[in-house]
């Protein structure tokens, strides 16, 4: 069975097909397209199951959401929130505020910082409504991932930190 869509994709346009097929298997595709340096690197294999195989894959698929979560009411252990809170930094913060948290140009430093070094409330402030339209909001982070950036950044560097947890701010409301 030939496998065939053909859709053109267009920077900031989302597009998607649906292709319907009755005979479950495995098909593998390529793309036709030359659009981008790894385009001889494209493959596309489409699995096509039953749907009672489908809906047992998405069961699954949620348990293992599940399992991921982190539990916003679980006490972590200092270490615990350093550690995430240094891949959170990392993936997120060091881009602007540099890895050793010195910053640079309009990103202030986080070492030694007066924010990052006070109350609770003033740094988590900053991470949720972003600040003077330069550093965005991370709204879309976790509770968890929110209090072990703020931890990292109060036990890292040489300039200080308070050398506390931050708590999460589900904790915060109760």
């Known amino acids: 069975m030939v496998f065939r869509l053909f859709l053109?994709?267009?920077?900031?346009?989302?597009?998607?097909?649906?292709?319907?097929?009755?005979?479950?298997?495995?098909y593998r595709c390529e793309?036709?397209?030359l659009c981008g340096k790894?385009?001889?690197?494209?493959?596309?294999?489409?699995?096509?199951v039953s749907a009672e195989?489908?809906?047992?894959?998405?069961?699954?698929?949620?348990?293992?959401?599940?399992?991921?979560?982190?539990?916003?009411?679980?006490t972590y252990t200092l270490d615990e929130l350093v550690s995430r809170g240094e891949k959170v930094y990392a993936a997120n913060c060091a881009v602007c505020?540099?890895?050793?948290?010195?910053?640079?140009?309009?990103?202030?430093?986080?070492?030694g910082s007066k924010i990052v070094n006070g109350p609770d409330a003033a740094q988590m402030?900053?991470?949720l409504e972003g600040k003077n339209n330069i550093m965005p909001?991370?709204?879309a982070l976790s509770d968890v991932e929110l209090a072990s950036v703020m931890t990292f950044t109060r036990n890292s560097w040489e300039g200080?930190?308070?050398?506390?947890?931050?708590s999460t701010p589900a904790a915060e409301s109760k």
């Not at 920077?11 to 005979?23: A, F, G, H, S, V």
């Not at 790894?38 to 096509?48: G, K, Q, W």
Request: a negative charge; hydrophobic letters at 35%.
């Open 160 to 166: 200080g930190g308070a050398g506390n947890n931050a």
């Open 31 to 33: 793309c036709a397209e």
């Open 38 to 48: 790894d385009h001889a690197f494209m493959p596309i294999v489409v699995n096509v």
């Open 97 to 111: 505020h540099q890895p050793n948290g010195n910053g640079a140009g309009a990103f202030p430093a986080l070492d």
């Open 53 to 74: 195989d489908y809906k047992k894959w998405v069961d699954g698929k949620k348990k293992e959401m599940v399992a991921l979560a982190d539990d916003p009411t679980k």
């Open 125 to 127: 402030h900053i991470l």
């Open 137 to 139: 909001s991370w709204k």
């Open 8 to 26: 053109h994709c267009l920077r900031e346009q989302i597009n998607n097909q649906e292709p319907k097929t009755e005979k479950i298997g495995v």
